[in-house]
């Protein structure tokens, strides 16, 4: 089956800073991928998505890259804000919205 | 506003008892999906229904679990007996028209189940 893999598990970075979440995945047929925020006790509410046939996607200070040949994909996200802090999780799907998840990032933005 | 609510909150029960945890969306939708997340680990896929069919389901479903859809509205997920480990939060989740566009996967605020 597909494995997604995530990238840092932890990251702590400065109020201000770009903060950078990557993920990997095994199975070529994947051809969608999202990514999701957790804040403390909610459920994940998309951020970002893009699909295979795109290589990059963005939206105001967050952005996603996608390298279908190297079976890749980066969350980025500019100019840091402590609301920013959250569990951020990638995902993939071949078959609409059976989505299997990465293990998550705990993102900490301190000021 | 969420497109979907989730009920109970939070629930506690023995090791054994039978759960029913429920899903409401606010939009008449005809697929609907559970997945959960054991504290600390990622969201996994439990199941996915469509117009009142199992369409797709993960290892974990095993027969202690169940979903259905009794009234047309409604929509719940059933373990017949529960387990230590089935402790987890449990999130149904829905397409819907997010800030970002048609047809994205939509989670409620999720059920925590607590097995003692």
Redesign the interface.
């Given at each position: 089956g597909e494995n997604v893999e995530q990238h840092p598990s932890t990251l702590s970075v400065q109020e201000g800073d770009s903060a950078v979440i990557k993920c990997t995945y095994s199975d070529s047929a994947s051809n969608y991928f999202?990514w999701?925020k957790q804040e403390l006790?909610?459920?994940?509410?998309?951020i970002?998505?893009i699909r295979s046939n795109v290589g990059e996607k963005k939206?105001q200070r967050i952005a996603v890259t996608l390298n279908k040949t190297a079976k890749h994909f980066s969350l980025h996200i500019t100019e840091t804000q402590p609301e920013d802090s959250a569990v951020y999780?990638c995902?993939v799907s071949i078959?609409?919205?059976?989505?299997?998840?990465?293990?998550?990032t705990s993102l900490l933005v301190t000021p | 506003e969420p497109e979907v609510t989730q009920t109970p909150s939070h629930q506690v029960t023995q090791m054994g008892q039978e759960v029913i945890l429920r899903c409401v969306p606010i939009s008449n939708h005809l697929y609907f999906y559970w997945y959960r997340q054991i504290l600390g680990q990622k969201v996994e896929f439990l199941v996915s229904f469509y117009n009142n069919e199992i369409s797709e389901k993960s290892e974990i479903f095993d027969d202690q679990f169940s979903v259905e859809r009794p009234d047309g509205s409604n929509f719940t997920l059933k373990i017949r007996s529960t387990k230590l480990e089935d402790s987890a939060m449990y999130f149904c989740a829905t397409p819907g028209q997010g800030a970002l566009g048609a047809n994205v996967l939509t989670f409620g605020a999720g059920s925590r189940l607590t097995v003692l």
């Open positions: 999202p999701y006790g909610k459920g994940p509410q998309l970002i998505d939206d999780f995902a078959s609409g919205y059976a989505l299997n998840f990465g293990k998550g | -």
